[in-house]
C-alpha cells in the first residue's frame, strides 16, 4: 500500500477508535450498574438475587429490541449531519424522539402488563414473589432508559460522544448511594431490599434522560438544531417510514442475536448445572470485551453514514476497511489474551473444581469466537451505515438460527460434545455472519466508488 493511502489508512482508524472510546466507556458503565445492583442486592439474599436474575433475564430481548430501535436516531442524523443540513438533523431529532419514546412505552406495557407470565416459569414461588414487584419497576424503568439511548443516539449521530459518556459514569455513584439508602434503609429511609434496588434503577435512569435533555436544549452546541424547532418539530410519516427502515431491521438483528445466546443458554442448562455455571463463565467474559468490538461497530457506522450523506465513497471505503482491520486487531489480541490467562479468568468467578476445568476448556473456543464475533458487529454495522438493512438481517438470521443454534445442538448432543459443541456451533454461525458481512460491505463500497 502506498505511503500516503497508509497514512489515511491510519489516520481514520484512529478518529474511529477516538470517537469509539466514549460510546465503549459508556456501555461499561451500563454494565457496571447492573453488576453493582446485584453484588448489593445479594447481600441480602440469594433468594432476592435469584429474582433479581430472573427479571433481568426476562427483561434481555425486549430492551435490546427497543435500543435495537434507537440505533436508526444515530444513522439518520448523522446521514443529514454528513450533508450539512441542521434543519434535517434536528427533524430527524424529534420524529426519533416520538418514535422511541412510543416504542419504550409500548415495551414497558407489555413487560408490566406480562409479568404474571413469571409464575409459570417453574421457578421457586417465593423467589416469584419477590420478582412480580420488582418488575414492575424495572418495566417503568425501561421509559427513561430508552429515552436517555435515543438522545444518546443522536448526540453520538453528531460524533460528541462524550456527552452521554459522562452522564453515564455520573450515574454510577448516584445509582450506589440511592441502593446504600433504599436497599439498606439508612438514613431514615425505608428497608425495601429487592425493591429498593429497582426504585434506585428508575430514579437513576430518569436522571441521566432528564439531564441530558436539558443538556441538548440548552447547551450552546446543540443551539443551531433546537433554533429551527418551530419548523423542523413535525411528524412526517415519510420520516417517520425512513426510521422504521433502519429500527426494524436493527431491532431484529439485535433481537435475534439476544435471543440465539438466551435459547444457547437454556440448551446448555439442560446438560447440568456445571456446563451451565462454566458457559456464565465464558460468555460473561466474551460480553465483557465485545463492549469495545460494539463501540467500534456503532463509531465506524456513524462515521460511513456520515461519509454516505455526502455520497463520498471514497472515504467509505477507507472508514469501512481500517474499522475492520481494526476490529481484527483488537480479536486477536482477545483470543491470545483468553488463551494465556484461561486458567486465571475463571477463579474470578468460583472455586468449584469441575466448573473451573469446564470454563478453561469453554474459554479455548471463546478466543476463536471473539474474531468472528469482533468482526462481524463491524460488518453489521458499516452496512447499517450506508443504508443496507434488509439482507444483513437474513445473513444475521441464518448465521444464528439456521447455522449456530441447530449445528450447536447437534455437536453437543448427538456428538455427545455438551457444552462445547454448543460453542463451536457458535463460531460456526458468527464466522458465517462475519464472512459474508463483511464481503458484502466490500462489494458495495467497491461498486459504489466506481
Not at 500500500?1 to 477516538?18: D, L, N, S, V, Y
Not at 424503568?141 to 429515552?147: A, F, G, K, Q, T
Amino acid at each position: 500500500m502506498p505511503r500516503k493511502k497508509m497514512g489515511m489508512f491510519r489516520q481514520e482508524a484512529k478518529q474511529t477508535i477516538q470517537l469509539a472510546f466514549p460510546i465503549v466507556v459508556g456501555e461499561l458503565a451500563q454494565m457496571a450498574l447492573h453488576i453493582i445492583d446485584t453484588a448489593m442486592v445479594g447481600a441480602i439474599s440469594y433468594k432476592q438475587l435469584a429474582a433479581a436474575s430472573l427479571v433481568i433475564n426476562a427483561l434481555g430481548i425486549p430492551f435490546v429490541i427497543g435500543i435495537g430501535m434507537t440505533i436508526s436516531v444515530s444513522q439518520m442524523v448523522s446521514l443529514a449531519h454528513g450533508r450539512r443540513d441542521s434543519q434535517l438533523v434536528s427533524h430527524y431529532l424529534f420524529n426519533g424522539f416520538f418514535l422511541c419514546a412510543l416504542t419504550a412505552l409500548l415495551i414497558s406495557f407489555l413487560l408490566i402488563g406480562g409479568r404474571g407470565l413469571l409464575q409459570h416459569m417453574g421457578q421457586d414461588p417465593e423467589v416469584v414473589a419477590f420478582a412480580l414487584p420488582f418488575m414492575k419497576l424495572m418495566g417503568l424503568s425501561i421509559i427513561p432508559m430508552l429515552l436517555f439511548m435515543t438522545l444518546k443516539q443522536f448526540t453520538d449521530g453528531l460524533e460528541f460522544t462524550k456527552t452521554a459518556m459522562i452522564l453515564s459514569l455520573a450515574g454510577m455513584p448516584i445509582n450506589i448511594f440511592l441502593n446504600w439508602l433504599l436497599i439498606y434503609g439508612n438514613w431514615g429511609f425505608p428497608r425495601l431490599e429487592l425493591l429498593g434496588a429497582g426504585w434506585s434503577t428508575l430514579i437513576t435512569r430518569s436522571i441521566l434522560f432528564l439531564t441530558l435533555l436539558i443538556v441538548i436544549l440548552r447547551h450552546k452546541t446543540f443551539r443551531r438544531y433546537i433554533a429551527v424547532s418551530g419548523k423542523q418539530w413535525k411528524l412526517k410519516a415519510h420520516t417517520l417510514r425512513e426510521l422504521l427502515y433502519i429500527g426494524i431491521p436493527s431491532s431484529l438483528q439485535v433481537g435475534m442475536e439476544a435471543g440465539a445466546f438466551a435459547v444457547s443458554g437454556i440448551i446448555i442448562g439442560t446438560m447440568g448445572a456445571i456446563a451451565q455455571a462454566s458457559h456464565q463463565i465464558a460468555l460473561s467474559t466474551a460480553s465483557f470485551t465485545f463492549m469495545v468490538s460494539m463501540g467500534l461497530a456503532q463509531a465506524g457506522s456513524i462515521r460511513v453514514s456520515n461519509a454516505y450523506g455526502r455520497r463520498n465513497w471514497t472515504k467509505i471505503s477507507v472508514i469501512g476497511r481500517s474499522t475492520l482491520v481494526t476490529a481484527l486487531v483488537y480479536g486477536f489480541i482477545c483470543a491470545i489474551s483468553f488463551v494465556v490467562f484461561r486458567d486465571q479468568i475463571p477463579q474470578l468467578f468460583n472455586k468449584n473444581a469441575e466448573v473451573l476445568a469446564l470454563a478453561s476448556s469453554l474459554l479455548l473456543f471463546a478466543g476463536f469466537f471473539q474474531i468472528s464475533d469482533s468482526t462481524q458487529a463491524i460488518g453489521a454495522g458499516l452496512l447499517r451505515g450506508i443504508k443496507d438493512v434488509k439482507i444483513p438481517t437474513l445473513l444475521i438470521g441464518i448465521a444464528y438460527w439456521v447455522i449456530g443454534i441447530p449445528l450447536g445442538y447437534l455437536f453437543g448432543f448427538h456428538f455427545q460434545m455438551g457444552a462445547k459443541g454448543m460453542w463451536i456451533g457458535l463460531i460456526a454461525g458468527l464466522s458465517f455472519a462475519s464472512l459474508f458481512l463483511i464481503y458484502r460491505f466490500l462489494r458495495m463500497s467497491r461498486k459504489g466508488s466506481l
